[in-house]
């Protein structure tokens, strides 16, 4: 969802800003059932830099970082959660893209 705070050529206002002031909804997915996983995302890190380029966690690390906090993962979670950190990956290298739109970056500390 980064695109909406991204601004056209020639254009003072966000996509976003610019979605608002003609009086349409701003088009974001409702994250409440999987929030916490978002969270524990946020919290471990879904990147890391092997020294070659960023990568997406590996599933070891999922899975001990899960362990270490003491919540049992579902099958459907530990899935989730992968592809969460890949998308994430994804954003950050579209972000990087010149002609690619940077990903939305909520925390600056993150």
């Not at 009086?23 to 070659?52: D, K, S």
């Amino acid at each position: 969802m980064g695109w909406l705070n991204s601004y056209a050529e020639g254009q003072e206002k966000s996509w976003g800003e610019r979605i608002a002031d003609n009086g349409n909804p701003i088009p974001i997915v409702p994250a409440e059932a999987g929030q916490y996983l978002l969270r524990h995302m946020i919290e471990m890190q879904p990147v890391t830099n092997n020294g070659f380029g960023l990568q997406a966690r590996s599933d070891g690390e999922i899975t001990d970082y899960f362990v270490g906090v003491g919540i049992p993962l579902e099958n459907w979670e530990f899935v989730l959660m992968r592809k969460m950190c890949h998308g994430y990956l994804q954003g950050v290298r579209t972000g990087n893209d010149r002609f690619g739109i940077q990903p939305m970056n909520r925390d600056e500390g993150v």
